[in-house]
């Protein structure tokens, strides 16, 4: 196997979008840097590789920000939706017997938080890829929360739905997401709560100012970085 | 955006024009008086940031059809604003004795 082929295949560990844009040229570079080397063999490749390995992690860390946003997202909502069980619970009086929480304010109100969390989550994540994060990251970072919450909240009512007398041990996933959330009674409850839920975090997130293009955290050492 | 120090090296190496990917990375090595030297994955790695935020373009290939990269406008303003910050620190660093005092 020749040098090329070999760092042709390690080109393999970058995403291929980033592959198939400057993977020639990278292959070209190499092939003039091989040329031109100057140190041995063991020094020359122990930087190749040491350059491949950094560049191609962060490349792939980069590509994963949308998803460390949306989670963050997700684990900020359901957790506000639990404290604010929490507080209902704790200050609970009888006069608010048989009242209900609507699905339409209840999901704007989530959604306020969910679309702030995404905003600073990409705020912070997304630094140096000012676009990505206002085009993509910025729709998926919200649906992918919305989506988890509306599966599981479906999952539970669907299993409470088989047999509605007696308790049924609902997966700890289930409890972990769910609880807080003020399942509506119908499906048409849940679907508007949801729809509000997303419309509200997209409007929040658009209405957000553009995030700035600032520094990596990480800076470029000698060699590799 | 404040540039790493791959990215301000290949901003200062496109201030004498466009170059292709071998060029910037043998003038980043002479730039920096060869305490750097950047390999093919971190010197595209920096080039795809800089083109995402404009601070660099693609030029028209050279005669050996490799693609060249040129400076933009606001890469050039990023970089003076970049040196201006570095000769600041230098300034401070000397007035505490960190540097010796220029004569």
Known sequence: MTAERIYAALLRMYPAPFREEYGGEMLSVFRDLRASRRSTPVRFWSFVLRDVFTSAARERLEGTRWLAAALFGLAATVATARLATFVYRYFYHPYFEDTAIRPLPYGLLLGIVLGLSVAGAQWVLFPAAERRAGRWALVSAVTLPVAILFCSTAVEQALDGLNPVVHIHHPLALDLLVVGFGRPGDWSGIAAQFFAMAASALVIRLAMPDLKVRRYSWDSGRHAD | ?103
């Open chain 2, 1 to 103: 955006m404040t540039p790493t120090r791959a990215e301000f090296h290949v901003l200062l190496a496109l201030l004498d024009g466009p170059r292709h990917g071998y060029g910037l990375m043998q003038d980043v090595e002479e730039l920096s008086g060869g305490e750097l030297t950047i390999g093919p994955g971190t010197l595209y790695t920096a080039i795809k940031r800089l083109r995402a935020s404009r601070l660099i373009s693609e030029t028209d290939a050279d005669a050996g059809r490799r693609r060249c990269y040129k400076l933009t406008r606001k890469g050039k303003s990023i970089v003076e604003e970049e040196a201006r910050r570095l000769q600041e620190l230098v300034r401070a660093a000397r007035k505490r004795g960190l540097l010796p005092s220029q004569s």
